[in-house]
């Protein structure tokens, strides 16, 4: 029987997980194939017709043309949460499955992060180590502002946003939260559904949490922008292209908001001549604050247990398209694969 085969589309962000999973699946005697770009992937046609699971992550458009040429495909898997480059429809349309990250570790880190670049803005904790480390004294006139009785809007209340929420219940902060999909739903303790325009005004922290889809791409214009207090701080570590980052930096080199933390943006790596660089306001970090070492450890064990799911004929952990389980249990559920190599498929516990 041909073995099942296991394809891999590189990107630096999450390398370190992709290669743990292909190792694994090479002892296992998968078939393993790694690509650098979607680009040569979708140019070796012959291994992608015989390709059972793609492991792809969201800096690569993962479009109907390339699965399309998986003729036996049953899943695209991304390492993370993010899957903002696939194509949905195209998966529905071929019954393919598609993964992702959304274990309890990402959200749990990313919203510990907000928290932490929340405290870092209000406290304005680089301006003091910089006081320190070039022998300045001590300032007559303090800046630091607690938390504590703030107001807290969230962008998005997905997992994420529901993670910040339940991590600032004892922090006597109103929350305010946001989202085209709220709709009725039963909010938790202490958090009030607020239109984004309201929550703009109100807010005295605002955190991007939101996936970034066609509504949310460019949410945070100037007009908006132009919403929120003069004292007011914008964390972003969801997607760079939800804010219009070049009304973003006139807004902060205007010191019409106070300060600005962000981990992600409009292209990645932040470009070396981008005017973000010379603001004293802006929290700058690589699209890295919130990748734990934990969250390294449980995205390399679940993207393991997604492939091996998969080719045994069981959804992997956690299914973007839900939608799609009926058919695509009818076209793989009774199809284990997995000891089709010979291997003793050890377990990954």
Partial sequence: MTKPTVLFVDDVQVRSTMEIA????????FRVEYYPTMGALGADSG????????IVSSNHPCTRAIMSGGKR???VIFPASGTETMDFPAARDLGILVGHGAYPENAESMAESAIMLTLVSLYDLHRSEWLLRNRQPRPGTLYARMLKGKTIGLVGFGRIGQAVAARLQNWHASILAYSASIGSKVLPAGVQAAELDELLRQSDVVCIVCALNEQTRGLIDARRLGLMKPTAVLINISRGAIIDEQALYQTLRD?????AALDVYAVEPLPHDSPLRELDNAVLTPHIVGHTLNTIEAGEKNLIEGILRVLRGEPPPYVRNPEVLEQWRRLWGAKDISRS??????STA
């Fill in 22 to 29: 292909a190792s694994d699946m090479r002892k296992r005697g």
């Fill in 47 to 54: 291994t992608l017709s015989e390709a059972d699971v793609l």
């Fill in 73 to 75: 495909l049953r899943s």
């Fill in 255 to 259: 010191k019409r908001i106070a300060k």
């Fill in 341 to 346: 190599s010979g291997s003793s498929n050890q």
